[in-house]
């Protein structure tokens, strides 16, 4: 059984490019979250969604950033006309559940390194 | 508001000296606590859940204890292998549900 899969692992982008980033989560799994990770800062939350819908975005920036989790595929950060403050870390997780029950446990991916040049 | 912390920041410990990693928190309702460990340059790795005061779990030589305000992750006889960034991240009742929040982290080297 495969775990949370990312791709890139490593993504270069120069300013005002799109950036996008792939999320597969684990086989059986239909929670997935985004975080972000800045050097030396822990992780942040960004977005929560399962099939087909956005559960909680409350920690996305409203401008230039959209998730999606189709039903068939992975799931896709995307972040637009990028600038130089969105370099980071963009980890993605899956969990079985919800996080507030049993089976909540969520998996991380290896992550996307974000720079934008 | 909901939030973590964790103590201390960085902690050297020889090989085989035990010590104990703090984390405090404070949540409308503790729905879970989580441990995770991350390698630099990649993705956090589960270790455990916790969700009730009084609440222990192990593994190896890791084991994580709970209470009403803090959680401590505890390692015994540790190994270089064990070194890594410990992560807790907790889930409240009144918090955006499903949206856990993860403290800084305490970075542990074991030096052989």
């Known amino acids: 059984n495969a775990g949370v899969m990312q791709n890139p692992r490593h993504l270069v982008r120069r300013r005002g490019q799109e950036a996008r980033l792939r999320c597969s989560p684990m086989?059986?799994?239909?929670?997935v979250y985004w975080y972000r990770q800045l050097p030396e800062e822990g992780l942040k939350f960004m977005v929560y969604?399962?099939?087909?819908?956005?559960?909680?975005e409350s920690g996305m920036p409203k401008e230039r950033f959209s998730a999606e989790f189709p039903k068939e595929g992975p799931s896709i950060l995307r972040i637009q006309q990028v600038v130089r403050g969105d370099s980071a870390a963009y980890f993605c997780?899956?969990?079985?559940?919800?996080?507030?029950?049993?089976?909540?446990?969520?998996?991380f991916g290896q992550g996307t390194r974000l720079t934008v040049v | 508001e909901d939030q973590v912390t964790q103590s201390p920041e960085a902690l050297r410990l020889q090989e085989g000296e035990s010590s104990s990693l703090n984390c405090s928190y404070t949540?409308?309702?503790?729905?879970?606590l989580f441990w995770y460990r991350q390698d630099p340059g990649k993705g956090p790795e589960f270790l455990f859940t916790?969700?009730?005061a009084g609440e222990e779990k192990e593994k190896e030589r890791l084991k994580a204890t709970l209470t009403k305000k803090e959680s401590f992750l505890h390692i015994t006889a540790p190994k270089p292998e064990d070194s890594a960034t410990y992560l807790c991240?907790?889930?409240?009742?009144?918090?955006?549900?499903?949206?856990?929040?993860f403290g800084p982290g305490t970075s542990l080297s074991v030096i052989p």
């Open positions: 916790l969700y009730s």
């Open positions: 086989k059986g799994h239909s929670h």
């Open positions: 991240a907790v889930l409240g009742w009144k918090t955006s549900y499903d949206k856990v929040i």
């Open positions: 949540v409308s309702g503790l729905r879970g």
């Open positions: 997780a899956s969990s079985y559940a919800g996080q507030g029950g049993p089976n909540a446990e969520a998996f």
């Open positions: 969604l399962q099939k087909e819908n956005i559960i909680d």
